[in-house]
């Protein structure tokens, strides 16, 4: 089976993407990531109205990528706060490597917005494809692609 | 400066997805990145719109991910078709760890749908986060993450 003749329908990019593939998701998960919590929060850093807020937030919440955890400020009433899940921090490498490209190709030559480095030894982090045996920063020229197990006919 | 008084106006993961935030832009690189390259076999593949796929290719051209080649069939009109760039290949970590998500998250336990192997050694692959240094498959915990030289005040 070659890979036009691969139905499309299980795809885990596109299943991954039914869940997170529109920029606003992604922009709350990138500040949720970065220890944003709050409604309020979320809708002045990002710039974005209270409606698709809500809507990402429950959508994120439902596909378990972030949970809420209630709070109370002094004569305020109960609220809700969102916190990254395991499965949700799963989506870290995506958001490394869509910062890694918007620096390669669409920055400003300021340096990183957001300087990441690994805690213990200080240097900087990246994305990178590796193989089981360790073989790393392959490119694509270097890995082959074929349909799976888990390839399917396509319908058409 | 915190996280939350930095600009997002030039965050790199914003600005990415300025450009391929959108469903169906990944798509039809997923599609290319496997080497499906005309205007048909995209439409019958992914399964969108003349229109949605018109526009989409338009705009993954006028950014420099695809390049167009033309072609003539014997008896057709001159035509193009579509080829990634060597820019369009630095998302190829993005796609591979959208795929890693959904196999982790949404799979349905029939292995790969397309299977990734380092063709060297044949093992298969996967995207990980790692330091200058080579220590690899970081953890978001292992990872400092501070607003760098490229960070802007927020205009609040």
Redesign the interface.
Known sequence: ME??E?S?E??????????V???WT??IL??A????RRFD?FR????LSDAVLSDRLRKLTDAGILRTVPYQEPGSRARHEYRVTR?G????????????????????G????????????G??????????????A???E???????????P?A?
């Open positions: 890979w036009l691969t499309t299980n795809c885990p990019v596109q299943l991954t993407l039914g869940v593939g529109e920029k992604l922009l990138r500040d990531c970065n220890g944003v929060e002045r850093h990002i710039g499965k921090w799963d989506l870290w490498p995506v958001l490394v490597a869509l910062k890694q490209w918007g620096e390669t190709h669409m920055g400003d300021d340096g990183p917005v957001l300087d990441l480095r690994h805690e213990e030894c240097t900087p982090v990246r994305v990178v494809v590796e193989c089981e045996r360790g073989h790393t392959l490119s694509p270097q890995v082959t692609a074929k349909p799976g197990p888990g390839a399917r396509h058409a």
